[in-house]
């Protein structure tokens, strides 16, 4: 599975942006898939995670409210809805797929397969 991240950009605080991930393969629609983040010298942290039906959801409380996961299996793509940007969003973007039929959530160790990230700034 190859994963291919986009979407991100320069937006202003309090504005709107919608991540795409697009997956490779015939796969993707048996994973859990998730968002991660890493902010300039941080490390990578988990954002939001969902299970292959889309029916489990697990978002980090820093994005609660404001970030949506969504997925389309049918078009093999996952997408991030974030709303209501905040400065400390600022943060290159990666999205994350498990092994099929794998659950992952909140661990990075979790995920097998990884986009090649994009990076939202959100200015102040």
């Known amino acids: 599975v190859q994963l291919q991240a986009s979407g991100g950009g320069l937006v202003q605080a309090g504005g709107s942006l919608r991540l795409s991930c697009v997956a490779s393969?015939?796969?993707?629609?048996?994973?859990?898939t998730g968002w991660f983040r890493q902010a300039p010298g941080k490390e990578r942290e988990f954002v939001v995670g969902m299970s292959w039906s889309g029916g489990t959801t697990s978002y980090a409380d820093s994005v609660k409210g404001r970030f949506t996961i969504s997925r389309d299996n049918a078009k093999n793509t996952m997408y991030l809805q974030m709303n209501s940007l905040k400065a400390e969003d600022t943060a290159v973007y990666y999205c994350?797929?498990?092994?099929?039929?794998?659950?992952?959530?909140?661990?990075?160790?979790?995920?097998?397969?990884w986009g090649q990230g994009t990076l939202v700034t959100v200015s102040s």
């Open positions: 393969g015939r796969t993707f629609s048996s994973s859990y």
């Open positions: 994350a797929a498990a092994r099929p039929f794998r659950r992952a959530m909140g661990v990075e160790e979790e995920y097998h397969y």
